[in-house]
């Protein structure tokens, strides 16, 4: 029994003591093909390259698809400079047209799409903490909203880690006719690129970085007037970049590798985004915003060789002539060539670039040796006080220098490597390995999610995690290599391999799970005052033989009997629904309750989400389990719902929750001998942007609500319709929104059913929205429309277009673009009396 320090979950920051069991199984030699390939000849000279050049590119902008992607794939991979992506957001506020997942479960998946974009361009990709809380059309809001110091901090800190010799920002730091978020992020980025290279801001982070000024920030804008007075002239520090061209390792034009990364935002729609394959010249502009002036190239005047580190002229020769050397069809034999390298370039001061050159170097070594790590789990999830078995393998396929493999070690356990072995060309080399998780090791999930934050911002506690990208390994392994008398040291993770003959070879790394999950029956609850009801609280094993006692975690004011109830499940995948009966408070309130289990000792209280996509790795998220619960006076008319989903909402679940039985339909569903049944149908969020089967059966709902029945189209994107006509009479959408979601609501038809029949509506059912209003309200409509409701943001004009209702024949249509799909699922009790009213009209 050894005791040592292991990294669990967030490696850099969550270390704690615990008893550590290592067995060592044993070695084998096992066939080369279960190694992965190592990178081919022509990505190692393309690494090379890379290693050469000192300068360095940071692009800013707000959101996942705010980049510019030609030109970080120009100048990543076609000058080969350190380039990255500074996405202040994660993208959180916007839609997804694949599926239901909204706020930070979508930014999760747009973290990881944006990770998959760079992958492609060759950039390396940053986030601050803010949130994107929706659109805003004021960057004052914006800044109001989210913490403005932490946001510039964020910038800064990331200024100072990737030391880029220029900023870039997409939009411009003047209020213009854009995104409030797009104005912000320029603003800030002017802010950060001035305090950056002041050891006077943000000193708390000078004791792991150090102060780092670029020489100049570019706006690299877009559009006819770009750059251009009213004269026609252009505007003084104008600079046109080229980035037209070729990758030189694929051969592909920057172009298309620009439209294949941007195609991976596919929650946004980009998923079939095409450009011009043009291999010709691409112009980009760039208007000075701030340091050095540039006559013909962004890096005017920058030294980008390593003569500007000091001692590095020497590391510059060495590395032009590694490249002049290189043989495409014998990697290996330039080994010798980059040891010496190495070896100079380890006497130089360490600083965080000639530190990620080391890394880069590192790799490079590794792939012309064609070493190929990895460590190998049965399983990805792994509970608190289980045994890893943990399979390492080695293969080196070069016999250009002797490779003796060392040992393995995980960061922190202090107790001495195993022993080593030297690795015969051509052969995998196994060990097998079995440590044991602590019974308290903390749960995975992802850092920016693990702590309560505000509106507007995460909340991060490790300041070392700010702007990263994604956790680091949940169990990291280094792999220690002698190589021709150096030490090398290969970082690893565990991971899962599949195998799937339609798909190939996918990894997942590791994560530490909870035995058991825990999901309540609906997202909410709703109560009538003092109303007792049933809860249900589903308890999923993913552990055999899970076992222990469950309990409500109650809001003041609310009770619960039983106060605990003991569950046993006996096989994974087994599940047990267990009603515990609630009463509400005697006045209308709204809360959260939670749940907890109680198993061995420890509690667990987390949900589980798993995000399966397949343009993205699977992801889990473990927040604790919530129920909204909702105390309200709510009446409804009709019993029978039909449901035509759009992009994803939970509007059908929240619809069941009033007391309406909904049936999901498809195109093929919109007949009369379908619909007759139903007293009124839904059309789900711009349902005319993704379904192709709902044109077509248009006539037969109009027919429908013109019988009698009631029709009631969410909103649509103007852009990308697939019908004309979206109502029986004329009706025209645009972009026009209102993203204060305290705005004053006007009732423009105070005596209109909409507004009274079964639930009378006031201004009190306006309070407690979020995000927005509304969004893609109608600008034109016939007279017979209604309009219900006005509303707008600060200094503009009131919007009538929100919420239109019209008679047509003896039933109803309605078009509406208040978001009700953030409402209903956020417990805002107006919403769901208001929207009951529209189901219920005729009734």
Same mark, same amino acid.
């Given at each position: 029994?050894n005791?040592?320090?292991l990294l669990?979950?967030?490696a850099r920051?969550l270390?704690r003591r615990?008893p550590?069991?290592?067995? +060592?199984?044993g070695l084998?030699?096992?066939?080369?093909?279960?190694a992965?390939?190592?990178?081919?000849?022509?990505?190692?000279?393309q690494?090379?390259?890379?290693?050469?050049?000192?300068?360095?590119v940071l692009y800013?902008?707000?959101?996942?698809?705010?980049e510019n992607?030609?030109l970080?794939?120009?100048?990543?991979?076609?000058r080969?400079?350190?380039?990255?992506?500074?996405?202040?957001?994660?993208?959180d506020?916007g839609?997804?047209? $694949?599926?239901?997942?909204?706020?930070? *479960?979508?930014?999760v998946?747009r973290t990881?799409?944006l990770?998959?974009?760079?992958?492609?361009?060759g /950039?390396?990709? #940053? !986030?601050?903490?803010?949130?994107?809380?929706g659109?805003?059309k004021?960057?004052?809001?914006?800044?109001?909203?989210?913490d403005?110091?932490?946001v510039?901090?964020?910038?800064?800190?990331?200024?100072? @880690? !990737?030391?880029?010799?220029?900023?870039i920002?997409? +939009?411009?730091p003047?209020?213009?006719?854009?995104? /409030?978020h797009?104005t912000?992020?320029?603003? =800030?980025?002017v802010?950060?690129?001035?305090?950056?290279?002041?050891p006077?801001?943000?000193?708390? &982070?000078?004791g792991?970085?150090?102060?780092?000024?670029?020489?100049r920030i570019f =706006?690299?804008g877009f559009?006819a007037?770009?750059?251009r007075?009213p004269?026609?002239?252009?505007?003084?520090?104008?600079?046109?970049l080229d980035?037209?061209?070729?990758?030189?390792?694929?051969?592909?034009?920057?172009a298309a590798?620009?439209?294949?990364?941007?195609?991976m935002?596919?929650?946004?729609?980009?998923?079939n985004?095409?450009?011009?394959?043009?291999?010709?010249p691409?112009? %980009?502009? !760039?208007?000075?915003l701030?340091?050095?002036?540039?006559?013909?190239?962004?890096m005017?005047g920058?030294?980008?060789?390593?003569?500007?580190?000091p001692?590095?002229? %020497?590391?510059?020769r060495?590395?032009?002539?590694?490249i002049?050397?290189?043989?495409?069809?014998a990697?290996a034999?330039?080994?010798p060539? $980059?040891?010496?390298?190495?070896?100079?370039?380890?006497a130089?001061?360490?600083d965080?670039v000639?530190?990620e050159k080391r890394?880069?170097?590192?790799h490079?070594?590794q792939?012309c040796l064609g070493?190929?790590?990895?460590?190998v789990?049965?399983?990805a %999830?792994?509970a608190?006080?289980?045994t890893?078995?943990?399979?390492?393998?080695?293969l080196?396929?070069?016999?250009v220098?002797?490779?003796?493999?060392?040992?393995?070690r995980y960061p922190g356990?202090a107790?001495p490597?195993?022993h080593a072995?030297?690795l015969?060309?051509?052969?995998? *080399?196994?060990r097998?390995?079995?440590?044991?998780?602590?019974a308290?090791?903390?749960?995975s999930q992802?850092?920016?999610?693990?702590a @309560?934050?505000?509106?507007?911002?995460?909340?991060?506690?490790d300041?070392?995690l700010?702007?990263?990208?994604?956790?680091?390994?949940? +169990?990291?392994?280094?792999?220690? +290599?002698?190589?021709?008398?150096?030490?090398?040291?290969?970082?690893?993770?565990?991971?899962?391999?599949?195998?799937?003959?339609?798909?190939?070879e996918?990894?997942?790394?590791?994560v530490?799970?909870?035995?058991?999950?825990?999901?309540?029956?609906?997202e909410?609850?709703l109560?009538?005052?003092?109303?007792?009801?049933?809860?249900?609280?589903?308890?999923?094993?993913?552990?055999?033989?899970a076992?222990?006692a469950a309990? =409500?975690?109650?809001?003041a004011?609310?009770?619960?009997?039983p106060?605990?109830?003991?569950?046993h499940?006996?096989?994974?995948g087994e599940?047990?629904r267990?009603?515990?009966?609630?009463?509400?408070p005697a006045?209308?309130?709204?809360?959260?309750?939670g749940?907890?289990?109680?198993?061995?000792?420890r509690r667990?209280?987390?949900?589980?989400?798993?995000?399966?996509y397949a343009?993205v790795?699977?992801?889990l998220?473990?927040s604790p389990?919530?129920?909204k619960?909702?105390?309200?006076e709510?009446?409804?008319?009709?019993?029978?719902?039909?449901?035509?989903p759009?992009?994803?909402?939970n509007?059908?679940?929240?619809l069941e929750?009033?007391g309406y039985?909904v049936?999901?339909?498809?195109?093929?569903d919109?007949?009369?001998?379908?619909?007759?049944?139903?007293?009124a149908?839904v059309?789900g969020?711009?349902?005319?942007?993704?379904r192709?089967?709902?044109?077509?059966?248009?006539p037969?709902? #109009?027919a429908?609500?013109?019988?009698g029945?009631?029709?009631?189209?969410?909103y649509?994107?103007?852009?990308?319709?697939?019908?004309?006509k979206?109502a029986?009479?004329? =009706?025209k959408?645009?972009?026009?929104?209102?993203?204060?979601?305290?705005?004053?609501m006007?009732?423009?038809?105070p005596?209109?059913?909409?507004?009274?029949?079964p639930n009378?509506?006031?201004?009190?059912?306006f309070?407690g929205?979020v &995000?927005?209003?509304? $969004?893609?309200?109608a600008?034109?409509w016939?007279?017979?429309?209604t309009?219900i $409701?006005?509303?707008?943001?600060?200094? @503009?004009?009131?919007k009538?277009g929100?919420l239109?209702?019209?008679r047509y024949?003896r039933g109803?249509?309605?078009?509406?673009?208040l978001? !009700?799909?953030r409402?209903?699922?956020a417990?805002?009790?107006g919403?769901y009396?208001?929207?009951?009213?529209l189901?219920?009209? /005729?009734?």
């Open positions: 029994m005791s040592g320090r669990l979950g967030l920051c270390c615990f550590l069991v290592v067995g +060592f199984v084998a030699a096992v066939p080369a093909t279960a992965p390939e190592p990178p081919a000849a022509a990505a190692i000279l690494d090379l390259r890379s290693f050469r050049e000192m300068g360095g800013i902008a707000a959101h996942p698809d705010d992607t030609q970080i794939a120009y100048l990543a991979r076609g080969h400079y350190r380039t990255a992506y500074l996405s202040l957001t994660r993208g506020g839609q997804n047209v $694949l599926g239901p997942e909204l706020g930070e *479960t979508l930014g998946i990881q799409e990770l998959a974009a760079r992958r492609i361009d /950039g390396r990709q #940053f !986030f601050s903490r803010a949130i994107d809380f659109f805003s004021d960057y004052r809001e914006t800044l109001s909203i989210w403005r110091q932490q510039l901090s964020d910038i800064v800190r990331v200024i100072r @880690e !990737f030391r880029p010799d220029v900023l920002t997409r +939009f411009p003047e209020p213009s006719q854009t995104h /409030g797009h912000a992020s320029a603003v =800030l980025a802010e950060a690129f001035k305090q950056a290279g002041d006077q801001a943000f000193p708390e &982070q000078l792991e970085l150090t102060p780092w000024q670029p020489r =706006l690299n559009g007037n770009f750059g007075t004269e026609g002239t252009d505007k003084p520090g104008l600079l046109r980035v037209g061209g070729d990758d030189p390792v694929s051969g592909e034009a920057f590798i620009a439209a294949r990364s941007r195609a935002h596919k929650t946004q729609g980009l998923g985004f095409t450009a011009s394959a043009n291999r010709g691409r112009l %980009e502009l !760039f208007q000075l701030g340091g050095e002036p540039a006559a013909t190239d962004i005017d920058i030294d980008t060789t390593w003569g500007r580190v001692g590095g002229a %020497e590391i510059g060495l590395a032009d002539e590694a002049v050397q290189f043989n495409l069809q990697p034999a330039s080994v060539a $980059l040891l010496a390298l190495r070896r100079r370039l380890a130089l001061p360490a965080p000639v530190e890394r880069q170097l590192d490079i070594v792939a070493l190929v790590v990895r460590t789990v049965p399983d %999830e792994v608190p006080g289980e890893l078995h943990l399979r390492h393998t080695a080196v396929r070069s016999d220098v002797p490779v003796r493999w060392v040992g393995v356990i107790r490597l195993s072995l030297d015969p060309p051509g052969e995998v *080399t196994a097998e390995m079995t440590e044991i998780l602590p308290d090791a903390p749960l992802p850092y920016w999610l693990r @309560e934050g505000t509106v507007g911002m995460f909340r991060v506690d300041p070392s700010i702007g990263q990208p994604e956790n680091p390994p949940t +169990f990291p392994v280094e792999d220690e +290599f002698d190589i021709g008398g150096q030490t090398l040291v290969v970082h690893d993770e565990p991971v899962q391999v599949t195998d799937d003959p339609a798909t190939g996918t990894l997942r790394r590791l530490v799970v909870a035995p058991v999950s825990l999901r309540f029956g609906s909410v609850e109560f009538a005052p003092g109303a007792v009801r049933p809860v249900e609280l589903e308890i999923t094993a993913y552990r055999a033989g076992a222990g309990h =409500l975690l109650m809001p004011g609310w009770t619960v009997i106060a605990i109830q003991p569950f499940l006996a096989a994974v599940h047990v267990l009603k515990f009966t609630v009463t509400a006045q209308p309130a709204a809360a959260d309750i749940a907890e289990v109680e198993i061995g000792g667990y209280a987390a949900q589980r989400v798993e995000i399966r343009h790795p699977v992801q998220l473990q389990a919530r129920l619960v909702v105390d309200l709510l009446a409804i008319r009709g019993r029978r719902i039909g449901y035509l759009g992009a994803g909402d509007v059908a679940e929240s929750e009033m039985t049936a999901r339909l498809t195109g093929a919109l007949v009369p001998q379908r619909l007759n049944d139903l007293d149908v059309i969020i711009r349902a005319f942007n993704v192709t089967d709902l044109a077509p059966q248009l037969a709902l #109009f429908y609500a013109e019988a029945g009631t029709v009631i189209v969410q649509n994107n103007p852009n990308g319709l697939s019908a004309t979206l029986p009479y004329d =009706l959408i645009s972009g026009e929104r209102v993203t204060d979601e305290r705005a004053p006007t009732l423009l038809a005596d209109h059913p909409a507004l009274n029949i009378k509506i006031t201004s009190a059912d309070e929205w &995000q927005e209003r509304g $969004l893609y309200f600008s034109q016939d007279a017979h429309f309009p $409701l006005a509303c707008n943001d600060p200094g @503009e004009q009131p009538q929100s239109l209702v019209a024949g109803y249509f309605v078009y509406t673009g978001a !009700f799909f409402q209903l699922p417990g805002v009790p919403a009396r208001l929207f009951a009213n189901v219920s009209l /005729g009734k």
